[in-house]
């Protein structure tokens, strides 16, 4: 049903836990639809020095965080920005249609994190 | 590298054919292939076969064999009960009653007949998923033609109080129909004494081949055809018998009924430990019935974690288990089933399914108390739910 690739960040998830440093944490979903992701930001100079991620869902909602913070460490705050979830979700070599959406939570959970950051520092939060 | 493990957990989902019933069935794909409805030899002896088979169900669940017709499975024969009667009788009335916890093929033949101008009653259950004989009698009204009632659920193995609806049904004079299709073969069944008119039952629930059932149909009960063809099944049911499937059916139902018992008594045993094992886990609960039980089923939540990644982790370990119903697991939905028991919303998502079977092993049930624990924890360390003191020391 899962690629490799969505296996191997399932079972090996990169950059998962907390991070106690964050200055932009963004959580979305909600536990009745059975997914929540939290992402963990620690921005300097508009560069994302860290990320970590907390999950609770299924195996493509767990690969889909570890994948996305991947794609976005080390990268400016307008690059992390503009990570779609097709471009996760093609890292992933793919999810199974009914999976997409837990590619667009990542997404959302990146834009949320990087407005709490905007937030946090006074600046214009960004829109979708 | 240790050979990887292969612990079978999921026998509600289907069963493993058991070796006796291949070879009842094989020569039925080979030397004895005539069709049942030819008039030579070839043919007559796939008709004995058939026939034969027919009488085996009928023992199995104490009706006639003339009450017994051969399907493609489950789902037809919940389909064929509920439409069939339903287009029968729909000159006396329009009603049917059900429960909320049934199987998707009760519930979506339901759901079209409302589409169809009918009339359905979706019963509620009690937090064990257990459908009161009472609340039966209070919706049943003069317009209700059928009660449809499953006698164990799939997901979390209530046996329901089958005997008791059925008296009331007898009473009032409304026909009763059960889904059988997780009880055949695990709880003694009789359609007399527990007043059962339609009863659904699928072989491969109980170590048969796939894609063959069968309904019994009490010889009083008005029901239309829902296959319409040829003459085959006193012309009731349409189409070419699936002579090596009825086969396997009837060696399969004969097999289980007869090694129920001791059988029930192992399974049972081992259940049992594996449910004492699981609960000592912290923050997880029995979904379903302590005691009033399939022999075979454990069904737990697990709180801040949800079911498909705890599957995946058990593959890994090579335990094949499941977080439901196997058919819903390709859609996103909650199960319907402890949604009706009043599992709240935010913990829908944690349950694992563990079926055993006639092949579970002491070592079997120890290897997956020994590594559900650790997966629990691994994906509880993962969730922005769990609270502080369920996580792993940093």
Partial sequence: ?128 | MSEKKCIYMDNAATTKTHPDVVSAMLPYMTEYFGNPSSLYDFGQTSKKAVERARQQVAQAIGCGPEEVYFTAGGSESNNWAIKGVAFANQKKGKHIITSSIEHHAVIHPCEWLVSQGFEVTFLPVDEYGIISPESVAGAIREDTILVSIMFANNEIGTIEPIPEIGAICKEKGVYFHTDAVQAVGHVPINVDEMHIDLLSLSAHKFHGPKGVGCLYVRSNVKIERLIHGGGQERKRRAGTEHVPGIVGLGAAIDRSVSLMYESNMQIQKLRDRLIEGLLTIPHSRLNGHPTNRLSNNVNIMFEFIEGESILLLLNQYGIAASTGSACTSASLEPSHVLVACGVPHDRVHGSLRLTLGEETTEEDVSYVIEILPGIVKRLRDMSPLTPDELRSKK
Avoid at chain 1, 106 to 122: G, K, Q, T
Wanted: glycine letters at 8%; hydrophobic letters at 40%; one cysteine or more.
């Fill in chain 1, 1 to 128: 049903m899962y690629s490799e690739q969505v296996m191997d960040h399932f079972m090996n998830p990169r950059n998962q836990g907390r991070l106690l440093n964050a200055n932009g944490i963004g959580e979305v979903g909600n536990a009745t639809c059975g997914d929540i992701m939290k992402i963990y930001l620690f921005i300097v100079d508009s560069v994302i020095e860290d990320v970590a991620f907390e999950t609770f869902g299924c195996g493509a909602a767990i690969a889909s965080s570890s994948m996305a913070t991947e794609l976005i460490k080390g990268k400016t705050v307008d690059e992390a920005w503009s990570l779609s979830n097709k471009a996760v979700a093609q890292a992933l070599d793919g999810l199974p249609p009914q999976k997409i959406h837990c590619s667009i939570l990542a997404e959302e959970a990146i834009h949320a994190a990087i407005n709490d950051y905007l937030r946090r520092s006074d600046l214009p939060e960004r829109k979708e």
